[in-house]
Structure formats: structure tokens, C-alpha cells
């Protein structure tokens, strides 16, 4: 098993209004720190697929999924890098009639997927764990897809009150990923989700275009979000060190459910926020990953 990192662990939200490290600098970054593997933001599919394949040789790291919204042209990219999976970073949906809606369009995505061998995902957060008629949201979004993957963020469903190695077995040969992320508290799925009838029009990231802002306002963008939301976010803020005293996920025991499955899940760590400094923190991520999961 190989150890991966999302390309949004260098930079964060940062990443969307062009700021931090360029792709090449993360790629390189990445290595050093032990991980053989990245997945992408959708925003990382503006550099030409030559560049990226040059940046990731030169780095000796590879390709294995996107952070996207479905659609055949990046289905088509991702398939040139090699890669394994496109993954939707969240999609609002409410009831169980909009989970199915959300599942039969993502079925369609499927069907395009399936002769570049590309899976396509889901990756949740807390909400999608939400109750309705008796299921989460995600588990009615996954019974109306078969043909759909789940990447499960494990800190995520511990903070919403699921327990990974339940949902992983319950789903066997249906996780074609997992995200690393600790966690040592449990919030609950929260508050009804946002409805798609709240979306007016088709979804747009609140991104759109900024990166042609300039730089100064692209800043003050960030710091006016950081002083808004990051800080006093507590699904967020919760995170610990890996395989911490207070932690509440067994990461060997989500590797035994994993193992059940007839293919390997790929795991990628991805960290918001860092109980020590960023570097040190992804890298104490990857030695323990090594010396305590990997086979």
C-alpha cells in the first residue's frame, strides 16, 4: 500500500484563489515529506496535461484521482494522467428524493467513466450523515448508484457519528478511497443539509474567475475567510495527531476492513488544519502510515 496526499493539504483554500505553492512546487513538496502518490483539485486541470505528467515524473510521485464535479472532459484528462478515480468534493442534497436525483446523474457520469477504467466517487463530509427515513443521506445516495464509489473522509464520518469500519464492510467493494484526516470529537451530522433547491442555477464555486483578481485582492479574500470561518470552525479544529491518546478513529482497523474488499483502496491524507507545523505535521502522517498500516 502506498501513502498519497489531496494537493488541497498545501494550501487549503488558498489553493482555489491561486495563492501558496504552484502544482510543481507541491508535487516535489509531497515527495519529500514520503508520499508516492496526489490527488488533485479540479483547479490543477488548468496546467496542460504535459506539465503535469513532466512535474510529476521529475517529482517521482503519481497520479491517482481529481477533487471534481464529474464531467467527460475531465474524466478524459484524468484517463491521460493515469489516473484511478474522479471524486465529487460535495454536491447538495437534502431528502432522499434529491440523494436519488443526485444518484442518477452520477450514474450517467459512470457509464461515460467506464472504458477509460476511471471510478467515479464521492467524498463526504459530515452532513451527508444526516437521517432521513431511517438512512443517511449518503447511504441513499449510494443504494440508487451502484455503479458509484465512496471515498470516505474517516474523520468526517467519526465527527458525524459514523464508525469507518461499519460503513467501509457495509459498502464492501464500493470505497475506492479513503481520507486521512484525525479526529477526537463527535458533532453529529448537524442541521438539515443544504437542499438543491437552494442552488440557483447550476453550482458554481464561490472561486469562479477570482484567480484573475489581483494578487492584493485575492489576500484580502482569504484572510476576510480565515477571520470568518477557519478558525472557529469545530468540525475542523477538532483535529489531532495521528493515532493520538484522544483520538476516536483505529486506523488498523479501518486497513482490516478495507482489506476485505476484492481491490485496494487508496488512501490519501488531507489535513485542514495542523496540530504542529504544516510540514512536520504531514510528514509525521506519512511515518506513522508507513511503519503502522502499510503492508
Not at 515527495?31 to 483539485?41: A, K, M, N, V
Not at 464492510?169 to 470505497?175: L, Q
Request: with cysteine; aromatic share 10%.
Amino acid at each position: 500500500m502506498k501513502v498519497n496526499i489531496g494537493t488541497y493539504s498545501f494550501g487549503g483554500i488558498a489553493s482555489f484563489l491561486g495563492l501558496g505553492p504552484t502544482l510543481e512546487e507541491k508535487f516535489r513538496l509531497a515527495r519529500s515529506l514520503g508520499y508516492t502518490g496526489i490527488e488533485l483539485l479540479a483547479g490543477d486541470l488548468d496546467n496542460s496535461t504535459e506539465d503535469i505528467l513532466k512535474w510529476a515524473k521529475e517529482a517521482g510521485v503519481e497520479i491517482l484521482s481529481v477533487h471534481a464535479m464529474p464531467s467527460k472532459e475531465i474524466i478524459e484528462k484524468m484517463a491521460d494522467l493515469g489516473a484511478k478515480a474522479v471524486i465529487c468534493a460535495g454536491t447538495p442534497f437534502a431528502t432522499e428524493e434529491e440523494a436519488k436525483e443526485v444518484a442518477a446523474e452520477f450514474e450517467e457520469y459512470a457509464k461515460i467513466a467506464e472504458p477509460y477504467g476511471i471510478k467515479i466517487g464521492y467524498h463526504n463530509h459530515s452532513w451527508e450523515f444526516y437521517m432521513v427515513n431511517g438512512k443517511s443521506l449518503l447511504e441513499h445516495l449510494l443504494d440508487n448508484a451502484p455503479h458509484i464509489y465512496s471515498q470516505l473522509d474517516c474523520g468526517w464520518a467519526m465527527n458525524a457519528g459514523m464508525y469507518p469500519p461499519y460503513f467501509i464492510r457495509k459498502y464492501k467493494d464500493r470505497i475506492v478511497a479513503i481520507h486521512v484526516k484525525e479526529n477526537d470529537k463527535v458533532h453529529g451530522p448537524g442541521s438539515r443539509p443544504r437542499s438543491r433547491a437552494d442552488e440557483a442555477g447550476p453550482r458554481k464555486s464561490p472561486f469562479d474567475g477570482v484567480k484573475e483578481k489581483p494578487l492584493e485582492e485575492r489576500q484580502k479574500i482569504y484572510e476576510d475567510f480565515l477571520a470568518h470561518v477557519g478558525p472557529v470552525n469545530p468540525e475542523i479544529a477538532c483535529q489531532c495527531p495521528i493515532a493520538d491518546e484522544h483520538s476516536n478513529l483505529d486506523w488498523k482497523e479501518i486497513k482490516k476492513a478495507l482489506d476485505e474488499q476484492s481491490f485496494e483502496a487508496f488512501w490519501v491524507v488531507e489535513r485542514e488544519y495542523f496540530y504542529t507545523d504544516h510540514d512536520e505535521c504531514l510528514r509525521q502522517d506519512c511515518a506513522w502510515l508507513m511503519e503502522n498500516i502499510t503492508d
